[in-house]
């Protein structure tokens, strides 16, 4: 199987050769937000900081092609099973997970060079998906409960890290600051895992693959052709 490192640097250097070829417009962004993981596990509320970083190259005004590099803890899960009677409901489990997946976006307007700031930011609307890879590290998992009435459960979950294919589902919107190479960009990303072995339990039962909900702000910088989004020439 491809190895995440692998998978990078072939995409790397595709997308390298791809910017050279063009001259588009090469990005990079580094931010941070919030994960939640929804799994074989009591799904409730349990926001994790999560970091994020992506590279992206602008094929055209509306395509894009994008290098998303992510890394933070889930927590969830049913800590306190004394009222506990279905297994569902007693795993509970905290991993750490980093994943990097490439996508394609497209802008769902194009940019009107008239517009304001704030209505360029609206117009740069854009929706993607990907493919990806996550590697999973169980800090802590629950192997085996006895549940409140009596029933012993023994768990089969995933002891050792991991790697788990996944596809990435985004949607976002940038705000070019004028006359500034920069750009603050607001994304959200839903990470499906079809495996089912998000979180280290190694059976679905709950009959629905794994995923996660990944938000984040992110400050962007681009190298070329920066300001075409805020002059007459770039459109």
Do not use: C
Request: hydrophobic letters at 40%; glycine letters at 10%.
């Amino acid at each position: 199987m491809l190895s995440i490192k692998h998978f990078l640097f072939l995409y790397l250097l595709l997308i390298s050769f791809t910017s050279i070829a063009q001259e588009n417009t090469l990005g990079i962004g580094i931010g941070g937000g919030a994960m939640q993981s929804y799994g074989d596990a009591d799904n409730g509320l349990s926001f994790q900081p999560a970091f994020q970083a992506e590279l992206e190259i602008n094929l055209n005004k509306r395509v894009n092609l994008i290098t998303d590099f992510h890394a933070g803890k889930m927590v969830n899960g049913n800590y306190d099973i004394s009222a506990v009677t279905q297994p569902f409901y007693a795993r509970y489990f905290v991993t750490n997970i980093s994943g990097v997946s490439a996508l394609v976006t497209y802008n769902l307007f194009e940019l009107d060079k008239n517009a304001t700031s704030w209505n360029q930011a609206f117009k740069s609307l854009y929706v993607g998906v990907g493919i990806g890879f996550e590697k999973v590290n169980v800090l802590s998992i629950r192997t085996e409960a006895t549940l409140a009435n009596g029933e012993k459960y023994l768990f089969s979950i995933r002891e050792t890290p991991y790697v788990q294919v996944a596809i990435p589902v985004v949607a976002g919107f940038n705000y070019y600051i004028p006359q500034s190479p920069l750009a603050v960009g607001i994304k959200g990303q839903l990470g499906i895992i079809p495996q089912d072995e998000l979180e280290g339990y190694a059976t679905n039962i709950n009959g629905k693959p794994d995923f996660y909900a990944l938000g984040s702000i992110s400050l962007k910088y681009y190298f070329k052709k920066a300001n075409r989004h805020n002059s007459n020439k770039g459109l």
